[in-house]
């Protein structure tokens, strides 16, 4: 039965890892997942409510810590309701099924007369009664997770699929110290680093003693272009980094390529390209074009999206701690908010040439990251400075500008694709090429390099190892490249470009953005060419029935709105919608934008969105739509406001000024529609909306003013200029 | 340097010996223990510091603890109305209205000021008055009902 355990169940099957009947009546449930905002505490707290009939407000969730929470990897790709929850959801129900047989000892009876109310069992065949936590009575489990257990049925649920209130949302509004910023350990220092100006300079030299003596420093400590300092007070920290970066001297060694050759730097420098097959890259050799000799017409286009941040709220920050404990040794504690506490242990271990033993990883949150930022960053710099304090904590945060600057961003991308049309509208042949640097930037023990920017600064460096291409289904560059529609021909390429301008890594939906921006916009372009509705045109080429149930969605809803039209003949107004169905096996998602042109300013303002989510069994429907909502939104902002710039000396965006989002007057109103399919298994949500949102507005664009824009983002001088040409 | 200041926190006055150029956000956070003024940028661009003073809305990060000195500054740990949540923080709890709920503190500080000045704002009210505030989570409409539905919660009063 065990082989039908969830993975990371098999992995750790010790009941006890997992679920811990406290003595004030709360349960405690672990998971390896970690929050990032996005709700996953209270998700998993539903699912272990439901399975053991325990009211949702005791039930207490402990994430990521690497000696108490089971090891599920990586906080990512919206895996965590599929992955985690399916574990907590077993573990669950083998808790209840060995509590009840408990119970119905004790009771004298069998496990069918019972039943349970907030974790009191009772005997209908009388009125004894007994709490899970009488039964327990402090005691472990120490069983294993068998599989013999079988969770609830779906029709049997009372929690699952309800509103529910977000279980951390408590403690946020009365501002409590809930993030790793607000740590306060005895004895606590601060910490900060000095980073190059860019990439490409070396430290040179600084007047030490000028900074040593300033009030309050502890320690500067200098390892190569790894520069950091320590002070016993925050404003005391504060103030020797910013005397340093006015004194310190600096040596360029190269400069970064001209931003304006960007995408041609993408398209023509050498690149691993492979075949991508059902979603899978193929190690086989690029196939020529497909064409359909009865095609009456072939359309190209070329689609770009530039370097964009993760732009987290609150920088980068970690605690860090070096003990000698008696009979371990040295030991690190690391409190991080790394989306894999795990993870990050192992590759601080290869760097701090230490065993990963000891070294105890321990999540706290920060703001919402969005994918890989600097938190892992932040918590290799922070046991490194803490080195020079052995036995006092270090607190260290990243300042604006070192988020801005040093976090690995979402790469930019070049989407290139052609089809052949029949006459009768249908696509007959899709040609695919999609290139990019590498999405997979994280910081994994590996023995040719390390990720961490502390490892390339140190005067014994470890360099960056070279970008591999991604062969997982789905998993990069490639995600969401090869089209969810029925095709008989396709050709889709992608190439891992090598040599990356600017540091890249994860964010939110990887190449999903990209590609799906690409091919629901060529949609757009593909029906105008055939002359045919871009709904019907899309209807036209899905058999997927619950595709077309979303994309129905959002059209029916939008028929219904009357917008209310400014008459001020400089506006033009348009809707525009995009579908896709991410990795082509999760969520799928539709998005349809109603927005305005102002045609003497060339300013896009979004007006209001439907989005139709389905996601399979709808844990938490309020998280859902937040989280489809909020993806929507980053997604605007990604696609009508944001890119990294940079010059030859390095990043020129560096604050908020410099890379502006998109802000509250900014913010259309949203309608999200929920499709719940309780007999399917949960599906991830929480990067489903933002490729979709990227094309809604393009196509939306092109309906308000017949300008194509195929370059993100789409600011004022790009409409411009697309109206020029 | 250091000098002796006087705050008047949520109501109780406290008395710091301090470099007087701190910011003041430090001096909450890490003299007075007052987490909720979250840091964000320290230069005025994402409101997550903003507390108030003497019944404006202003930065933490920029403003100097000497320019504080014998003023009164709320923060959201003083916001509260006889102990029971103030609406507006209510409202956000029932509307789940954030994800990370970093952005939070700035939002709830600024929205109590706004619902002093107009009981009954509209969205695009709401929305020109959070214009110096940042979200990147998306959490804005559900911020937006939340302050709607509290400004209707405290007519009813
Ligand atoms: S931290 Fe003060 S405005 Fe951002
Ligand atoms: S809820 Fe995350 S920044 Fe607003």
């Known amino acids: 039965m065990t082989d039908r355990l969830p993975f990371t169940l098999r992995q750790t099957p010790d009941l006890d890892r997992w679920i811990t009947f406290n003595e004030d009546g709360t349960v405690t449930v672990c998971t390896g997942k970690v929050e990032l905002g996005q709700g996953i505490k209270t998700a998993i707290a539903i699912i272990c409510a439901e399975e053991l009939d325990v009211d949702l407000h005791n ?381 997979g930037g994280r910081p994994v023990a590996r023995a040719d390099g390390s990720h961490f920017i502390a490892a390339w600064h140190m005067a014994d460096p470890i360099a960056k190892p070279e970008a591999r291409p991604g062969k997982g289904s789905h998993s990069g560059i490639h995600r969401n490249a090869d089209p969810y529609y029925d095709l008989p021909q396709r050709r889709v390429i992608k190439h891992l470009v090598k040599v990356a301008p600017l540091r890249t890594s994860s964010t939110r939906g990887l190449g999903a953005y990209g590609n799906v921006f690409a091919i629901e916009s060529f949609m757009d372009e593909l029906a105008h060419a055939a002359g045919m509705d871009p709904i019907e045109f899309r209807l036209m080429h899905l058999t997927d029935e619950r595709a077309a149930a979303v994309i129905e969605a959002v059209r029916d809803q939008a028929n219904t709105i009357d917008l209310v039209r400014d008459d001020n003949p400089l506006l033009s107004y348009g809707r525009g919608m995009a579908f896709s169905r991410y990795k082509n096996a999760k969520c799928y998602a539709a998005v349809c934008v109603d927005l305005s042109v102002d045609l003497e300013t060339s300013n896009i303002h979004l007006i209001h969105a439907v989005i139709a989510g389905d996601a399979g069994q709808i844990i938490d429907p309020d998280g859902l739509s937040n989280q489809l909502e909020g993806g929507f939104i980053q997604s605007a902002s990604w696609t009508l406001k944001e890119q990294v710039l940079y010059d030859a000396d390095g990043i020129t965006s560096r604050d908020w000024d410099s890379y502006p989002i998109l802000t509250f007057p900014e913010i259309p109103t949203v309608d999200v529609i929920l499709l719940d399919h309780p007999e399917s298994r949960s599906l991830g949500a929480g990067e489903a909306t933002q490729g979709p949102a990227s094309a809604a507005i393009a196509n939306a664009v092109s309906d308000a003013v017949g300008l194509r824009l195929r370059d993100v983002p789409f600011t004022p001088e790009r409409l411009k200029k697309a109206a020029a040409s | 340097m250091q000098q002796r200041i006087t705050l008047t926190v949520n109501g109780a006055d406290r008395h710091l010996t301090i470099d007087p150029e701190t910011p003041l956000l430090y001096a909450l956070r890490n003299d007075l223990g007052l987490s909720s003024p979250r840091q964000g940028c320290s230069q005025e661009q994402c409101g997550a510091c903003r507390v108030i003073m003497d019944g404006e809305a202003i930065y933490a990060c920029t403003t100097k603890v000497k320019e504080a000195n014998n003023r009164r500054i709320t923060t959201v740990e003083g916001v509260s109305i006889d102990g029971a949540l103030h609406p507006v923080q209510q409202a956000i709890l029932d509307e789940n209205a954030a994800q990370c709920g970093y952005c939070l503190s700035g939002i709830i500080n600024r929205a109590v000021l706004l619902l002093e000045k107009n009981p009954s704002p509209d969205r695009s009210d709401i929305q020109t008055a959070f214009k110096d505030h940042l979200c990147r989570c998306g959490a804005h409409n559900r911020i937006i009902r939340a302050i709607q539905n509290a400004a209707r919660e405290m007519h009813h009063d």
């Not at chain 1, 077993?90 to 004298?108: G, I, K, N």
């Not at chain 1, 065949?125 to 120490?142: A, V």
């Not at chain 1, 409190?335 to 601080?348: E, I, L």
């Not at chain 1, 607190?395 to 694709?417: C, G």
Request: glycine share 8%; charged share 20%.
């Open chain 1, 59 to 439: 039930i207490r969730v402990q994430s990521g810590d690497t000696e108490a929470a089971p090891n599920e990897f990586m906080t990512a790709g919206s895996g965590s309701i599929e992955a985690s929850g399916a574990a907590v959801r077993q573990v669950s129900a083998e808790a209840r099924q060995f509590l009840l047989q408990r119970a119905a000892e004790e009771m004298h009876t069998s496990i069918e007369n019972l039943t349970v109310e907030n974790g009191i069992v009772a005997n209908v065949q009388g009125n004894e009664n007994i709490s899970y936590w009488q039964l327990m009575q402090g005691r472990n489990f120490k069983v294993s997770a068998n599989g013999e257990a079988t969770p609830k049925p779906f029709a049997d649920h009372t929690k699952v699929g309800k509103r529910a209130q977000r279980i951390d949302l408590a403690d946020k509004v009365v501002g409590k110290p809930v993030y790793i910023q607000d740590m306060v350990l005895d004895n606590m220092v601060h910490g900060r680093i000095l980073r190059p100006p860019g990439y490409h300079f070396r430290f040179q030299s600084l007047d030490q003693d000028g900074i040593r003596s300033m009030p309050g420093i502890i320690d500067l400590v200098i390892d190569g272009s790894f520069i950091g300092i320590i002070a016993e007070r925050e404003e005391q920290v504060v103030n020797a980094l910013e005397k340093m970066k006015q004194i310190t001297q600096w040596a360029r060694h190269g400069e970064l390529p001209d931003q304006e050759a960007l995408h041609d730097f993408l398209s023509t420098n050498a690149s691993h390209s492979l075949p991508v097959i059902d979603g899978t890259p193929v190690e086989e050799p690029v196939p020529d074009f497909v064409t359909a000799e009865s095609a009456v017409t072939t359309v190209n286009a070329t689609y770009t999206k530039p370097f964009h941040m993760h732009g987290s709220i609150g920088p980068s920050a970690a605690v860090a701690l070096w003990q000698s404990e008696k009979g371990r040794g040295e030991t690190l504690t690391v409190w991080s908010h790394s989306q894999g506490p795990f993870v990050v242990r192992g590759a601080m271990a290869q760097v701090l040439k230490i065993p990963e033993e000891s070294i105890r990883v321990i999540h706290r949150e920060n703001a919402g990251c969005y994918g890989h930022n600097g938190a892992d960053d932040a918590a290799m710099d922070a046991a490194l400075l803490a080195k020079a304090v052995q036995g006092r904590p270090l607190l260290l945060k990243w300042t604006r500008d070192d988020e801005h600057s040093w976090e690995p961003y979402s790469p930019a991308m070049v989407m290139k694709v052609q089809a052949d049309l029949l006459r009768d509208g249908h696509i007959a042949a899709w040609n695919y090429d999609v290139f990019s640097n590498t999405h």
